[in-house]
């Protein structure tokens, strides 16, 4: 599937590297950690391709407002209803029940399932609009409407638990059901409103606070179509344009193989905005590359976990729960991916500094320029994707046209890919493919998005997220740092269990609120919840970007994991960073020039965090030849470089004068003393200080 092929120069006959498209026919873009997955044949493969197809329709439909229906105005609730019938019951299909189903047959349990799910959004569908004037989510739901929601809702837990695993299930269904006992007097702080059965389930499939909620509500506005866009980009082509751009950009620096891997995935990234994919299709072709090039398995395989980390993290297409983030906050994407934009940078500054200072501690050169591909062949190529991205980040930022944006990057993608590419032109087989990868995405989410806006209903109908701000609050002694760091943690430990989506949105029905009454800025406290949910993609035990890594790179899945904490370290530290100030996340008077200068003290900082980190600190050279001292040398780098990074004033009681001028007083001498030991006792190749 990903291979690389050479081709010859006329004079010279030097061999360049031409990597083909690591994404072929096949992309695929998923959101949970689930990959045991039934491939749909026949009739059902279909029946998929279809209902896709009329997916893309309806959302196409919708934002535009063209009219389809003819002589009928279609309410959100009945398209989320619409989304739902289509994608939903598939999960059964796609999703094995256990782990020794079949993957070759449809067992006729998983039909029963299908067939029951479909029945039941149909007819929540066709009295959703009634449910609205009559007020049935509060009461008075006819017996055939709620038998209809408890199907669903038992549905929504079992596609919980398909696409997500038990942990995902074990984490939300308790609290779906919370409300039928809220006023129990053990649930202490949690206590709430209890409504009795059929309440709940009214509420729950019929409001617009639950099932129909803010994840459906993102899905259906804004996710589809830029994972429409997304695969449309990797099925022309993308993946080799990117690679091989990364490959002729990058490639002669010092450990030129690693920072390929890292301009790559973070390009290819921005596009998908899924890790897993990344790891799949970049990794596939940067691990093997660095390996021949002196990095060891494991290290390989970290750098590229947390390069493909930055996948939900870089704009201008970030993962499923950004979009998430901008409907509870009732902003458009964009300000969301302006938020994330100097984040992410700082975090693949960090990424090239470790990179960097590993290289050259253990001497690992670049790869010679004429083995790679040349920049301007690589250009004339692909033009068209700079084109076409341009056209979706202007269209973003300066017309705010989120919803219609990826419709109209796509369309004129498929345009100038049919006029100007023999390779990936597209046929009624490439379109096939097409809706089908599209499809398994859609029903993915769906299954995850749905149950999972169960969660908010839930609290929702209890009341007790303002009560429980205020327990948090009176808990922490209304101390910022404590609760951040109260937050931090449960956020990691969620993550290791949920879907990064799933994490988000339980800490920000229950946390974010908290943390907003203490006067913090709304954005940064989403974006802080947001990166520490994602954490565990590369933290030990779960680490399932590190782990896929290891597969590739043939290397220990743990040894991989720890690494990966290690090179992806500045990922732990960012998130307090834009909470202690939030022109980090381009919020707060005057962001984008405070926003620069923060981010250069934070990347300043970053460099000597990497070099103590690595042992190796630019412009003093390789830290083992301070002898005893390196390691003591090596603290004080990291100590003094996050001083340095570290945002002063807000709720800091230093000002940023006084943060800087800190972390200053600790490296300064720490960098003369370094100095001066390493240039009286250089280090050879194997470590060793000359005598």
């Known amino acids: 599937m990903m291979s690389s092929s050479t081709t010859t120069a006329p004079q010279d006959e030097t061999k360049r590297v031409v990597f083909d498209d690591p994404h072929g026919a096949a992309a695929n873009m998923q959101e949970a ?68 189903a079949s993957l070759d047959r449809i067992p006729w349990y998983d039909l029963v399932l299908f067939v029951a799910t479909f029945a039941a959004a149909l007819m929540l569908m066709s009295n959703v609009r009634k449910a609205a004037e009559a007020g049935w989510e509060f009461g008075g739901a006819p017996t055939g409407v709620i038998a209809a929601g408890l199907v669903m809702w038992g549905m929504l837990m079992e596609a919980l638990r398909r696409t997500g695993g038990w942990s995902l299930l074990l984490s939300v269904l308790p609290f779906t059901v919370y409300p039928l006992f809220a006023e129990a007097g053990w649930l202490g702080p949690f206590r709430g409103t209890q ?61 030129g193989a690693a920072k390929v891997c890292i301009f790559a995935s973070g390009l290819l990234g921005m ?26 398995a494991s290290y390989a395989a970290a750098i590229e976990a947390c390069a493909s980390t930055g996948a939900v993290l870089a704009p201008p297409v970030m993962g499923a729960t950004a979009f998430v983030i901008a409907q509870f906050l009732n902003v458009s994407y964009a300000d969301v991916a302006i938020a994330a934009i100097i984040p992410a940078v700082l975090y693949y500054i960090g990424l090239f500094m470790q990179v960097d200072a590993y290289a050259a501690r253990h001497k690992l050169k670049g790869i010679p320029r004429a083995e790679l591909p040349r920049i301007m062949d690589t250009i004339k190529d692909g033009w068209y994707y700079v084109f076409v991205i341009a056209l979706l980040i202007v269209m973003l930022l300066y017309f705010k046209r989120e919803s219609h944006a990826p419709f109209y990057a796509t369309a004129l993608l498929l345009v100038l890919n049919q006029f100007f590419s023999k390779d990936t032109r ?30 908010i209903g839930a609290f929702s109908m209890t009341g007790v997220v303002s009560s429980l701000a205020n327990d948090l609050l009176h808990i922490a002694g209304d101390n910022a740092f404590l609760l951040l760091g109260m937050c931090a943690l449960t956020s990691l430990i969620l993550g290791l269990g949920l879907t990064t989506t799933a994490c988000y949105i339980f800490l920000a029905i229950l946390v974010a609120p908290a943390l907003e009454k203490l006067g913090l800025n709304r954005m940064a406290v989403h974006m802080f919840i947001f990166y520490w949910g994602m954490l565990s993609s590369i933290t030990p035990p779960v680490a399932i970007a590190s782990f896929a890594a290891a597969g590739i790179a043939g290397s220990p899945a743990m040894k991989t994991g720890w690494e990966s904490m290690w090179v992806g370290s500045i990922i732990y530290f960012l998130p307090f960073f834009f909470v202690l100030n939030p022109a980090l996340v ?87 003393i370094a100095l001066l030991l390493v240039r009286r006792q250089p280090v050879m190749p194997d470590g060793l200080r000359v005598p």
């Open 33 to 100: 950690e689930v990959t045991r997955v039934r491939a749909l044949r026949g009739a059902w493969r279909w029946a998929l391709v279809v209902a896709t197809a009329a997916t893309i329709l309806l959302c196409i439909n919708q934002q535009f407002s063209l009219r389809f229906f003819i002589g009928y105005t279609q309410l959100n609730t009945e398209y989320f209803y619409l989304l739902i019938a289509l994608m939903l019951p598939f999960t059964f299909l796609i999703f094995p029940g256990t782990s020794r």
């Open 586 to 672: 381009l919020q707060g008077p005057s962001p984008y020039l405070a926003g620069l200068g923060l981010m250069g003290l934070a990347a300043f900082g970053t460099l000597f965090i990497c070099g103590g980190i690595q042992g190796y600190q630019p412009f003093v050279g390789d830290l083992r030849g301070a002898g005893a001292l390196e390691w003591p040398i090596r603290v004080l780098l990291v100590i003094g470089g996050f001083v340095v990074a570290t945002p002063g004033g807000g709720i800091m009681p230093l000002s940023q004068m006084q943060v800087t001028l800190l972390g200053l007083a600790i490296l300064l001498p720490t960098i003369l």
């Open 271 to 296: 596009m998908s905005g899924s890790i897993i994919s990344n790891v799949l299709t970049a990794g596939t072709m940067t691990i093997p590359v660095m390996k021949k090039s002196g990095f060891r």
């Open 426 to 455: 597209w046929t009624l087989a490439t379109i096939g493919k097409f809706l089908e990868v599209n499809g398994r995405t859609f029903v993915e989410l769906v299954g995850i998005l749905a149950g999972c806006g169960l969660l």
């Open 195 to 255: 409504s009795t059965l059929e309440q709940a389930t009214a509420y729950h499939v019929l409001s617009g606070e639950s099932l129909l909620g803010i994840p459906i509500q993102a899905f259906a506005d804004t996710v589809i179509g830029f994972l429409v866009f997304g695969t449309a980009l990797m099925m022309t082509g993308a993946g080799k344009f990117f690679i091989n751009l990364a490959f002729a950009l990058c490639g002669t620096f010092r450990g």
